[in-house]
Structure formats: structure tokens, C-alpha cells
């Protein structure tokens, strides 16, 4: 009988293994999207590089892992695979991203995929053996692996706060949810707690993340909150010039004229002064005031904006 379960947990292990293999390779490639559009755009638009840094960290420390591991073949190869697409993920962000972006990914590379990765494994080989280096490599996989599935937070946040989906697709929810169950019940029928323990988390994260799209998903559709007005305000030589621009409306043009000075006029027909009889041009700052105001019940603060423009006559 004992012979029977053990025989039914190898193939468990063998299924949701290859399972998550391929669940997994998906997520991988979950922000493809997003590359195709900085290699189209040669840009990084903002993009952060922080999450591919924190992947590939996870995915090298977890393969180390089950280098160590007995029969951890399977963690192995999507691990590897893993490093492999997140590296080159990195290299492109590397490539298009700004001077101060590049400058910031690659310490932080320094930092947690050179230095810390490379702590965690001089320690355990120098300082543990056996067993007890797998066990202490596992709960620094599983300690990590609850920071990694905490990171959605500020995603479910957002998501609250502009009630709005965009961010938050829900193809990706999905697999990561599916994900995080395959390599659960992995963990469990292979007995190994330190890869089934944080995915429950994952599960639970997930679950929350695919109800929250149910809720907001025909909510407003952009991140961006709508813009209901915009209160514009000009002063020309200590002379306010009040404004309120709806969107759409013209600006006011005949107020400015009216206010405005000049030390020398133009010829009517549109031809220019001889450069050695013309006067020395004129200077005058008009400061421009903008109020940007969102509908967001109230709770979003205005935006204001004051420009200086230098006029010359």
C-alpha cells in the first residue's frame, strides 16, 4: 500500500511539474507586449526594469535550489529557461532605457544578482552541508518567493484607487493564479514545503486580483483620470488676464491684445525693418497660470502649473 501512494506521488510530481513548466513559460512571457513596443519605439517610456531584475534574481535563486535539491529536475529547467528570458528582457531595457535608468538597473544588478545571490550561495556551501543546506536554501526560496507575491499589492491598490483595469490584465491574473497552483500541488505531492507553502499566497493573491477585474472591469477604461476643466490665468506686465477654458473652448485671445504693450509696431504689409534702422526689440514675461481639475469624486487634487514666457515685440 505504502509502495501504491509512493508510486502515485512520483507521478503527481512528474505531472504538475511539466505543468508548471509550461504555465510557467507563459508568465515568462507575459511582457513581450511591452518589449516589442521599446524595440518599435527605441524607448522604455517610463518602464521600470525593477520587476524584471527581481524575476531574474528569483528564478537564479531557485535554480540553485534545485541544483541542490534530489530530483529537482523540474525546477531546473523553467528556472533556467527563466534566466534566460529575463536576461534577455534586462539587455533590451539596457539598450533603450535612459543614461539615470541604466545607471539605476545596473546597480541594482550589482546589488541583488551579484552580491546577494552571491553571499546566499558562499554561505550555504562554505557554512552548511547536506541537508541542512537545502533546508536553509528552501526558506530563503520561500522567504523571497512571499516578497515576490506581495508585489501585487500596489497593482490591487492601484486598481482600487483609479477604478480602472488597465494595468492589471486579466490573462495574466489567470496564468499567474494557475500557476501558483500547479507548482502548489508540485510542492505538495512532492513533499517539498518550500516551494508549496508561498504559492498559497499566490492562489489567494490571484483570486483577489481576478475579482477585482470582475468589479471594476467596465469601470473607466484608462488609467488616466478625465480631465473636466482647465482654468488658465495669463499676466502681462502686472496686468491679470483671467481665463476659464473649457475643453475645447477658444483662449482669450482679445484680452491679451487689449493688455498687452508694445515699443514698436510691425509694418502693416508684413515686411521687415532694415536691421540698422529697426529699434531694439522689446521683452515681456507673461506668466501663465493653469488649473488641470479631475472628475475623481473630489478626492484627487488639482494640478497647478505656472509658466513664464518671454514675449519679444
Known amino acids: ?32 507586449p511591452t518589449f516589442r513596443r521599446i524595440y518599435k519605439k527605441k524607448s522604455t517610456e517610463g518602464f521600470q526594469a525593477i520587476p524584471y531584475v527581481v524575476a531574474l534574481f528569483s528564478a537564479m535563486l531557485t535554480l540553485y535550489y534545485g541544483l541542490l535539491k534530489p530530483d529537482g529536475v ?10 534566460l528570458i529575463e536576461s534577455v528582457y534586462i539587455l533590451l531595457f539596457m539598450i533603450y532605457a535612459p543614461k539615470d535608468a541604466k545607471k539605476f538597473t545596473a546597480k541594482l544588478l550589482v546589488l541583488l544578482n551579484g552580491l546577494l545571490f552571491g553571499t546566499i550561495i558562499f554561505t550555504t556551501l562554505t557554512f552548511s552541508h547536506g541537508a541542512e543546506r537545502i533546508r536553509i536554501v528552501g526558506w530563503t526560496c520561500a522567504a523571497f518567493s512571499v516578497c515576490v507575491f506581495i508585489a501585487p499589492l500596489s497593482i490591487m491598490r492601484l486598481v482600487i ?31 517539498d514545503y518550500f516551494v508549496a507553502t508561498p504559492n498559497v499566497l499566490g ?68 515686411t521687415k525693418m532694415n536691421e540698422q534702422n529697426a529699434e531694439p526689440a522689446e521683452h515681456q514675461e507673461v506668466v501663465v497660470s493653469v488649473v488641470i481639475s479631475t472628475d475623481h469624486d473630489g478626492k484627487e487634487p488639482q494640478v497647478h502649473c505656472n509658466t513664464i514666457l518671454s514675449v519679444e515685440y
Open 161 to 191: 484607487r483609479t477604478k480602472s483595469v488597465e494595468f492589471m490584465p486579466l490573462s495574466l491574473s489567470f496564468f499567474l493564479t494557475l500557476c501558483a497552483v500547479m507548482w502548489f500541488f508540485y510542492g505538495i505531492f512532492a513533499h
Open 1 to 32: 500500500m505504502a509502495f501504491i501512494s509512493h508510486h502515485f506521488d512520483v507521478e503527481m510530481v512528474v505531472v504538475f511539474g511539466i505543468l508548471g513548466n509550461i504555465v510557467s513559460f507563459f508568465v515568462y512571457l507575459a511582457p513581450l
Open 203 to 270: 492562489f489567494s493573491f490571484g483570486i483577489v486580483q481576478m475579482v477585482l477585474y470582475m468589479i471594476y472591469k467596465d469601470k473607466n477604461k484608462h488609467g488616466i483620470l478625465p480631465i473636466v476643466s482647465i482654468d488658465m490665468e495669463m499676466q502681462v506686465d502686472k496686468h491679470v488676464v483671467p481665463s476659464t477654458a473649457k475643453i475645447g473652448s477658444e483662449f482669450a485671445e482679445d484680452d491679451l491684445k487689449k493688455t498687452a504693450k508694445t515699443g514698436s509696431e510691425m509694418p502693416e504689409d508684413g
Open 74 to 83: 523540474l525546477l531546473i529547467t523553467i528556472n533556467t529557461i527563466g534566466i
